[in-house]
Structure formats: structure tokens, C-alpha cells
């Protein structure tokens, strides 16, 4: 993985400026190219380009890319409406891919949710797993479907209601046991260490990563 090109788009959130950090401290990977809405900060390896997501295969070229990293996501009362969570939970996501694969990226992660299921009656589910078909569809060589729960870590702004439910949360995890394992939460930072140790695998086909393998794989 020597000298890797890395493309990441949700650099600002939760798990995405983790990603970042990582990557930055990573000796194997030479150049991390950003696409955010707004600048982003970042030390010698990190090209920062602000973008509109919605216009991305035509506005974002650039030199070759190894690497894919989409850790873009909204919620339901940020976005607002229906469509505008669409607009960032599928549509940008699979815009970013398609920029990294037309620049000769093999490797991808998504950071997808527990639960993701193209079929499932709850719209946030459905969005999320209509996602991952979107990018199994693209044909990397090697794509991973990261699917944490309730995400734990500092966020450099507030959710309604996520105070309350990691409080619920830690106080179910004890219980949540065997196949119910999976929605235990997490911390932020074991998600993105997980992500990138994915990616340096290489592995062919499509992995996807939950539960108390993803945690395995973040302690590696």
C-alpha cells in the first residue's frame, strides 16, 4: 500500500475527520485528496477542494486515486425533507465513487449503518442499503460496507435526541448479546481505524463489516 492515493468525502463528521487523522499518520499513504462542502484543514499530505456534491463528476478532476473513503451522511432533521436526505445519503455517496473509480480507484469503504436493507420499510434503512447497491453495482475491485450502530465520540455539533440515546444505549449494551450484538454501539474512532485497515487489505470482492467483527477488525 505503499505511496496510496486516498479520496474522502465526509472529512468534517464524526467518523470521516477520524479517517483523516489516520491516514494522515499512515507512512503508506502519500496524498489524501478532500471533497467538502467547505475547506478543510490538514497537514502536507491533504489537498482540501470545496465541491457541490450534486455536480461532482463534473466538478471535481484530478490526478489518479487508490483509495475511496465516504463517510457522508446526514439525519432526517438536519436534512429536512425526504429528498434532501436522499440527496447526501445516496446520491452524493454514490456521486463520490463514481469520481474515484472514473480516477482508477479499486479500493472503497462506506460507512453504511446496521440494519441497511434496500427493501426495509424504514426510509433511513432503505436509503443506506439502496446505497450499497448503488456501489456494489460500480464494480470495485475491492468495496467494504462498514455498518456501525449508534456512533460514540465527540461531534463538532449536536443531534436531537443522541445524548439520550447514548445514555440508552450503554445501558443496553450489556444485554445485547449474540446476533443481537451488532447493535451495540461504537466509538467513532474503532470505526474509521476499522475502514482503513480494511482498504489496506486489498481483499477482493465485497466485505461487509458489523458487529463485534468490526470491532475485532478496529483492534487488529
Known sequence: MDGRRA??????GLVGSRILRILEADPRVAAIEVLARR??????????????????????????IDDVYVAL?????KAGSRAAFRAVDFEAVVAV????????????????????DPSSRVFYSRVKGEAEEALRRL?????????????????????????????VARLADPVLRGPLARFRAIRAEDVARAMVRAV????????VHEGEA????AQA
Not at 479520496?7 to 468534517?12: F, P, R, S, V
Not at 450534486?54 to 471535481?60: E, F, I, T, Y
Not at 469503504?109 to 440494519?115: E, K, L, P, R, T
Open 39 to 64: 475547506p478543510v484543514e490538514g497537514g502536507a499530505k491533504v489537498a482540501s477542494r470545496a465541491v457541490d456534491f450534486a455536480a461532482l463528476p463534473q466538478a471535481a478532476p484530478g490526478g489518479p
Open 97 to 116: 465513487a463514481k469520481v474515484g473509480l472514473a480516477r482508477g480507484a479499486t479500493r472503497c469503504a462506506f460507512v453504511s449503518s446496521v440494519g441497511a
Open 73 to 77: 451522511g446526514t439525519t432526517m432533521a
Open 214 to 217: 468490526l470491532r475485532a477488525l
Open 200 to 207: 489496506a487489505t486489498g481483499v477482493p470482492g465485497v466485505t
Open 7 to 12: 479520496l474522502l468525502a465526509g472529512a468534517t
Open 139 to 167: 464494480g470495485f475491485a475491492s468495496l467494504h460496507l462498514v455498518r456501525p450502530s449508534l456512533l460514540l465520540g465527540e461531534r463538532g455539533e449536536r443531534r436531537r435526541g443522541e445524548r439520550a440515546g447514548i445514555v
